[in-house]
């Protein structure tokens, strides 16, 4: 049986996670502007920025960038689509942590390998 909570709890908790999707898409949205503005730099005509200081961009560093603005983009869609905030491969709920640090990821850490089974 489903926990019965008051009509004045769900509402509050309604309030935070609308305060906390709206923080995040803030975040994606700096990000997305920042990973643009980067992408647009790194395709500039070399000859345009030549100086003596700038190196030409690596293709990996393009390449990069490029993946940067597709994981924000894609985030967003998520988002619009009420889909955000859990894993894409177990569904579990993304901890808000681990969102602040990186909006764009689409993994729990579980399905990034970035935890191991004890024994
Ligand atoms: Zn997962």
Known sequence: MAEIRS?????????????????????LEERLHASRAELARLREPYHVTLSATRAR???ARVRRARHDVAAIEAALERMDRGLYGTCVRCEA???????????HVQLCAGCAGETRMTA
Do not use: G, I, K
């Open 57 to 59: 961009p690596s293709a």
């Open 7 to 27: 009509p004045r709890l769900l509402m509050e908790e309604c309030r935070r996670y609308t305060a906390q999707l709206s923080e995040l898409r803030t975040l």
């Open 93 to 103: 709920f993304l901890p808000l942590d681990r969102l602040r640090l990186a909006p």
